[in-house]
Nanobody
């Protein structure tokens, strides 16, 4: 069984910062791309930032220069540092991983349960 557990969400004022973390646990053979997605009320889930196993990153245009994704391949964690937060960043943030489970053929996509980020004064 593989689990992704997020932490770090909460309420922050506009212009503030938050750091989200996600730990991947279980019998993992290989951890490929990892990412953060978000879903605001009434909207579709969208990709915020992604990072490959080699460290290449991709960001949604609206968060470039404000958010930074990073990962620790030893600890199997991925983090999202969010600075200069805006009310439009309010959403549930989901951790995502493309991985392979030991002794199980093929890759699979696994999601965390989500953590709420609210940006409001």
């Amino acid at each position: 069984q593989v689990q992704l557990v997020e932490s770090g969400g909460g309420l922050v004022q506009p212009g503030g910062s938050l750091r989200l973390s996600c730990v991947v646990s279980g019998n993992i053979f290989n951890l490929n791309a990892m990412a953060w997605h978000r879903q605001a009320p009434g909207k579709q889930r969208e990709l915020v930032a992604a990072i490959t196993s080699g460290g290449d990153t991709h960001y949604k245009d609206s968060v470039k220069g404000r958010f930074t994704i990073s990962r620790d391949n030893i600890k199997n964690t991925v983090s999202l540092q969010m600075n200069s937060l805006k009310p439009e960043d309010t959403a549930v943030y989901y951790c995502y991983a493309d991985l392979r489970i030991t002794w199980v053929p093929g890759n699979r996509e696994v999601w965390g349960q989500g953590t709420l980020v609210t940006v409001s004064s």
